[in-house]
């Protein structure tokens, strides 16, 4: 079956402008995470929807960051006010619930100049 | 805190050798492992997990890790690398309540 989707693969952006970036989840899963890996990082956790609430958002860096699920399915990661410290790989996954294997997306890879 | 330390930044392995890339944890509860392999430009793909029960786990492309509870390391190994093998390697923990941390991972080139 389809795997976890990411859009857009890249994304340029100037600094000060606002992005958004899209996961669709595997069909079923309801568990999403939002992950983002900078260059030579590991993955780092930014938040973590069971449904449509974000169950923790303690990941995220500071209040530009924000990400919402109304469906319980798709997800949308919006950052405000872009600086270049946000560019990086921003990953997503799912899973059945929440402690269940997470399957990852392709990731979007968001530069900010 | 939990924590993954990935001690091998870089490691370079001739086709056909056997591997072993090192991941240990600190983590306060019984962990969940796992191994991921990102190749350039792709996702994360799930190699193996532990979660109980035998301690040597076998996942895919031929790749086994063995958790060590007393070294509190969860240590990946091939008997035998293929050049498709080549790729970034990362370690996370997690639990049943809790995001996976990931270590820093560890890149694989493998030659000829």
């Known amino acids: 079956g389809a795997g976890v989707s990411q859009t857009p693969s890249n994304k340029v952006t100037e600094k000060g402008k606002y992005v958004e970036l899209r996961c669709d989840p595997i069909?079923?899963?309801?568990?999403l995470y939002w992950y983002r890996q900078s260059l030579g990082q590991g993955p780092e956790f930014l938040i973590y929807?069971?449904?449509?609430?974000?169950?923790?958002d303690s990941g995220l860096p500071n209040d530009r960051f924000f990400a919402v699920r109304p469906e319980g399915s798709v997800s949308t990661l919006k950052i405000q006010r872009t600086e270049r410290g946000d560019s990086a790989v921003y990953l997503c996954?799912?899973?059945?619930?929440?402690?269940?294997?997470?399957?990852f997306g392709p990731g979007t890879r968001l530069t900010v100049l | 805190a939990q924590s993954v330390t990935q001690p091998d930044i870089h490691i370079t392995v001739s086709e056909g050798a056997s591997l072993e890339l090192r991941c240990n944890y600190s983590?306060?509860?019984?962990?969940?492992l796992f191994w991921y392999v990102q190749s350039p430009g792709q996702g994360l793909q799930l190699l193996l997990k532990?979660?109980?029960?035998?301690?040597l786990v076998q996942g895919i492309k031929g790749f086994e890790a063995e958790f060590k509870r007393s070294q509190s390391s969860f240590n990946l190994r091939k008997p035998s690398v293929h050049w498709s093998d080549a790729a970034e390697y990362f370690c996370?923990?997690?639990?049943?309540?809790?995001?996976?941390?990931f270590g820093k991972g560890t890149r694989l080139s493998v030659i000829a």
């Open positions: 996954a799912s899973s059945l619930d929440f402690a269940d294997t997470q399957y």
């Open positions: 532990y979660f109980s029960g035998d301690t």
């Open positions: 929807f069971q449904g449509t609430g974000a169950a923790d």
């Open positions: 983590y306060g509860a019984t962990p969940y």
């Open positions: 996370a923990v997690g639990a049943g309540n809790t995001p996976l941390v």
């Open positions: 069909s079923g899963h309801t568990a």
